[in-house]
């Protein structure tokens, strides 16, 4: 598969912003969450913000990996499930964060597990939306999003000499 047409740089700022955003959210409705359980490894990162801001000290993995070669879906492997107790009345009172949902599989995978979570994305294309119940920025499904841990700095050629032959 090759990359989207659209790009969606995000920087640190920005995600700062958004995950506090989703925070912002979250706390809307005044729920009380026991947990959260972060989906490794790009939810790590909303996880400490929204965590941070809602007051949430118990933080659970799980560990999932599909995307096998940057822009590539495969199959889908659990590598580290969610505890008993954490498990228990299908995660009612657990707040399920990733940072996007894209096809949804993930998602889909993970609400299977904790059927009654809530499940936070800081961004969502069309596709996965419907599996999320809270997010804050939709994005195209031919976008592809490139997070701040993902970057680095590199040159850029100055515009001019892209558009003048
Ligand atoms: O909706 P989907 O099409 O399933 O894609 C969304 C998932 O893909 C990315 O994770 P990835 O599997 O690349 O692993 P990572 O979080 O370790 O980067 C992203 O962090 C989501 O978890
Ligand atoms: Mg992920």
Not at 61 to 69: G, L, M, P, R
Not at 87 to 109: H, M, N, Q, R, Y
Request: net charge negative.
């Amino acid at each position: 598969m090759s990359l989207p047409d659209k790009a969606f740089p995000v920087s640190w700022d920005q995600f700062h912003r958004d995950a506090r955003a989703l925070a912002w959210r979250l706390a809307d409705g005044g729920r009380e969450w026991r947990a959260i359980v972060c989906i490794t490894r790009g939810g790590l990162v909303p996880a400490a913000i929204v965590s941070r801001e809602l007051n949430i000290r118990v933080i659970e993995t799980v560990c999932v990996a599909s995307y096998h070669d940057y822009v590539s879906q495969g199959e889908m492997h659990v590598l580290k499930g969610i505890s008993e107790e954490l498990s228990k009345e299908g995660g009612e009172g657990i707040l399920i964060v990733d940072d996007l949902t894209d096809t949804g599989k993930t998602a889909a995978e993970v609400r299977a597990m904790l059927p009654k979570a809530h499940f936070a994305a800081v961004y969502a294309k069309p596709k996965g939306r419907p599996l999320v119940d809270t997010f804050v920025t939709e994005v195209s499904q031919d976008t592809w999003i490139y997070f701040p841990w993902d970057m680095g700095f590199t040159y850029q050629e100055p515009i001019a000499k892209g558009t003048r032959g």
